[in-house]
DNA sequence: CATTTTCTTTAGTGACCATTACAAAATCCT
DNA sequence: AGGATTTTGTAATGGTCACTAAAGAAAATG
């Protein structure tokens, strides 16, 4: 197998790409989450980037599938779960921590307001930027019940239930303009619902 | 003043309207609930209600005119407060029942979940339906602080914020299928936290 | 230099959107 | 019956959307 290089390598052949993909996720991830998928059309996509549709054609495939890109990207930098979820942190400090960093995170940039994914995923059922955000915030969902499950399996399903729809009501508050005070003594009053839930300890 | 007689009177003169502007606004709020207002275009409106596009328009100005209507009509139906917020009632009490309510009628039926008001206030800030959802909604905010500061002047803020934001969440969590179970566990551990704030009596 | 490969540019494509011009039809008033 | 008035149906309007056909331009390969 010596005939494909390194992908990460541009030496490749025929005319190089006239911008950088990583560079436009971002300029594209920040788009978004200042107003929505739907809001953003690809005529102020491209221009944002300084590149012509065709371009942005070669390069993505799509607009949604640029979106794809985009939610993963977002995924990873935001809100890292594994930090907070950490095994053997009690739960009702973690989910505690989870939902203050939630607050925070949502209202830290007045441009970027709420979470992306959670937002992008209240599209219409059959929108293909819905469905992979939903996809998305399964996965987290999933990962904060097997958090909770490993010490409360008893109520892991109510407890997930209770986080992530009070995170969606973190993220719709945050959107229509809460600020960070306001959206953090939210958090603290969900925390006491947990608190009374699992045990405060 | 003997020119102008009682507007409910359907005796003028011309030509009769063929179709009844009230079950109109009927099933249009089905619709919009059912999807979204941006997802049910005009052809697939007036289709439903068996009119052509002038029609409609001679009957309602615009589709964002329609859809106010279908607002206003939906707020005065849906979640009465004013039977929830009853003066002199326990605040803690009053709160938990409009969460249950909440959740209960975001999940009554599976063609209609989460809140017609809240949903629709999520869309673009320029849109004209999403600003006439967001109007809807503050004055339904302000009744649900002023019941609160009757009795917790000092916390009604942060509780109505509280409030507020766990109706969005219930909402969305409905939206994306969560059931009447689930979402009224969730208004339970919610109800927890109201409790601890404000005192459970 | 010529060929191959890949990207970029220009200029459009058709689909769908809310909305409407126009004229025929239905009703009331005289 | 003969206007006056209002709603109707037919058929289109301009606007925006995501997307692309075709040809030119920049690089590696022979």
Do not use: W
């Not at 490749?12 to 996720?25: I, K, M």
């Not at 989450?33 to 065709?54: F, I, Q, R």
């Not at 229509?176 to 045990?199: H, P, S």
Request: aromatic residues 6%; contains cysteine; proline residues 4%.
């Amino acid at each position: 197998m010596v005939t494909k290089e390194n992908a990460k390598q541009p030496a490749r052949r025929g005319r190089p790409r006239g911008f950088d993909t990583e560079t436009a996720l971002d300029t594209g991830q920040r788009l978004f989450h200042a107003s929505s998928y739907d809001a953003v059309g690809l005529a102020a996509l491209t221009d944002a980037l300084g590149v012509k549709p065709p371009s942005f054609y070669k390069a993505f495939g799509s607009k949604a599938a640029f979106f794809s890109r985009v939610l993963e990207r977002y995924a990873q930098s935001a809100l890292a779960l594994d930090d907070i979820l950490q095994p053997g942190r009690p739960p009702a400090q973690a989910l505690a921590a989870l939902l203050e960093s939630a607050a925070r995170t949502y209202t830290q940039d007045p441009e970027q307001r709420g979470c992306l994914v959670l937002e992008a995923a209240r599209g219409q059922d059959g929108d293909d930027s819905a469905t992979h955000a939903r996809r998305v915030a399964e996965q987290r969902r999933n990962r904060i019940r097997q958090f909770i499950a490993r010490t409360h399996p008893e109520c892991a399903a109510a407890v997930t239930d209770f986080v992530t729809s009070t995170m969606s009501g973190l993220s719709a508050s945050a959107r229509e303009g809460m600020d960070q005070t306001r959206l953090m003594e939210v958090a603290r009053i969900a925390i006491a619902g947990l608190e009374k839930q699992l045990g405060s300890e």
